[in-house]
């Protein structure tokens, strides 16, 4: 097995070791196809100074070969997505002195398009603006794209930040709402169909949080699927989108806010169920002194494996079969850490298919 390791800077190669002597800067991405590698670097002395770079990395052969997409001080790139296709990359370019903030898809010849292009140009001192696009998030058929708009200032940022869906074929965005920008709060449906994400503003993450699902084929129609007194986080499309979409649901709280953090966070929690139709049902069932969090599904959609917390830094995974029946504890002693205001991101525990 091949794997990339990524420490706080540098990338390696679990069989050979380094791949690029620089530090890297933001999130690199896997290629869906091929063992290619996607990443920018920045300065290994200045500190965060990107280097306006794109390089892709190849572990095919077993030998890294790495290609400069774009050269050094080209510009700074704050996101990056492979396209479903592996063909191409999305990537994020915030708003500076000459360019205002874009989205542009990139070749692996290095041919530019633009896909989005918002606001103006320039750097103003002591005024708020829209900055950049981040956690760019392709359907599975490359059509739409789903990103976050983040202001120029991270105190406003942390409490919530447009989205929206761009339609590429039709050159349309769709204005979503407001949420915070998780990455992992986008979920497409495996059809293209329907975008699930969350919304709702103030960062904490157990208070506010509601599920939303759009409609891209019928323009951006949304479903508000929250419920009064409830938060939702973490949304997992099945299959099909005729088979629904499971998502984590507990109570509202912020009683843990400012206090010794003992027991879990969301007491309750449980990962939910909604039909096509839009019933909603409880899957999972426990003591009312642990939570629910992270669903996987496994290929063939009949598996779910979860953590449940009995405090808010650890917990167990467990795995229960989709279609009904008690839970099974698999490790128990998984630990982590809560996040940012309760996030519970990075993810504890990550799943992966051996086919």
Known sequence: ????IRTPTRLYWRKYGMIDERPVYITPSWSPTENLLAY?????????IPDGNLKISSLKTGVVATTTLWPQNSEMIESLVWSPDGQSLAISLPRNAKQPLRIDQIT???????????????IKE???????????????????????????????SADG????????????????????????????????SQLAYIVGGGREASINKRLHIVDVKTGGQITDCGQTGQVDTH?????????????????????????????????????WHRTAAGKELAVTSGPVNTADYAPYLSPDGQSLFFLRLTDYNCGSLYYQP??????KELIRGVSGEPGYYGNYYPEWINIYWAH
Not at 40 to 48: I, L, V
Not at 109 to 122: V, W
Not at 163 to 181: E, F, H, R, T, Y
Not at 254 to 267: C, F, H, K, M, Y
């Open 1 to 4: 097995m091949n794997y990339i």
């Open 40 to 48: 920018t670097t920045q300065d290994p002395q200045e500190g965060y």
């Open 108 to 122: 692996l010849k290095g041919d530019h398009t633009n896909l989005l292009t918002l606001g103006e140009a320039g």
């Open 126 to 156: 002591n005024e708020s603006y829209t900055r950049v696009a981040t956690g760019l998030k392709w359907s599975p058929n490359g059509h739409c794209l789903a990103y976050y708009l983040k202001p120029n200032s991270a105190s406003i």
């Open 161 to 192: 930040v447009a989205i929206q869906v761009l339609n590429i074929p039709q050159k349309k965005s769709i204005d979503l709402g407001g949420g915070l920008a998780y990455a992992q709060w986008f979920d497409w449906a495996p059809d293209s």
């Open 235 to 271: 949304p997992r499309w099945l299959s099909t989108p005729a088979n629904g979409i499971l998502f984590c649901r507990g109570t509202e709280t912020l009683d843990w806010e400012g206090q010794e953090q003992a027991g879990v966070l969301v007491p309750g929690q449980r990962i």
């Open 322 to 327: 989709l279609a009904g029946g008690p839970p």
